[in-house]
């Protein structure tokens, strides 16, 4: 996947999309579940790929997630991956979204 801040776009899209279904309150639950179902974490070939392709920054963040939640044990190459891409493509589809939604509240 050559662009993925399109990919995230995309899933902001269909978040937006539903948007009838959550509100703010339950938000972070329903970015957990967009995030837990795609193809970056599930798949080991792509989360390493989304990884190469992420600044140090954010990659940095992701690992001391990964740290934090899990106490610093070694998980495994493809599993801790995985979760570097989670937690990783968690904070940035939550801050399109943000921006998004505060974006809405300043036209509205």
Known sequence: MENYWKYIESIADDIMNEREHWDEDCLQDVIHEHCDGS?????????????????????????DMVADCYGGEYLGYDKQASLIAYFALEKMLSEELQERLSKEEEAA
């Open 39 to 63: 193809q970056l974490v599930i798949y080991y070939s792509q989360a390493h790929d989304f990884i190469k392709w992420l600044g140090y920054g954010m990659q940095s963040y992701a690992e």
